[in-house]
Nanobody, 118 residues
Framework: VQLQASGGGLVQPGGSLRLSCEASGNIENSNVMGWHRQAPGERRELVASMTSSGSALYADSVKGRFTISRDNAKNTAYLQMNSLVPEDTAVYFC?????????????WGQGTLVTVSS
């Protein structure tokens, strides 16, 4: 499984960005895709995730500002980020996980840098 993330960049506080993550390979239809982020000197943290059935989970720090969505036909997840603040500055990683038999497969994409600064 390969994940290709895109959409990062520099944005001013209060601005918006949309990240995309396209998955390819041998993927189970029942899966979860998510976005994590890691700021300099910090641990990687979950931002948002969504199952293939549409159940979403958000970190408290992004609730009401970020929205995760998916296009299952395209194996693509999106993260719409609004009202960005400098604390959102981080490298954002997409992730896909699924069970196959007794095994759990967990794949990560390359990071995409989001910088919120004036």
């Amino acid at each position: 499984v390969q994940l290709q993330a895109s959409g990062g960049g520099l944005v001013q506080p209060g601005g918006s960005l949309r990240l995309s993550c396209e998955a390819s390979g041998n993927i189970e239809n029942s899966n979860v895709m998510g976005w994590h982020r890691q700021a300099p000197g910090e641990r990687r943290e979950l931002v948002a995730s969504m199952t293939s059935s549409g159940s979403a989970l958000y970190a408290d720090s992004v609730k009401g500002r970020f929205t995760i969505s998916r296009d299952n036909a395209k194996n693509t997840a999106y993260l719409q980020m609004n009202s960005l603040v400098p604390e959102d500055t981080a490298v954002y990683f997409c992730n896909l996980g699924f069970h196959r038999g007794l095994n759990y497969f967990d794949s990560w994409g390359q990071g995409t840098l989001v910088t919120v600064s004036s």
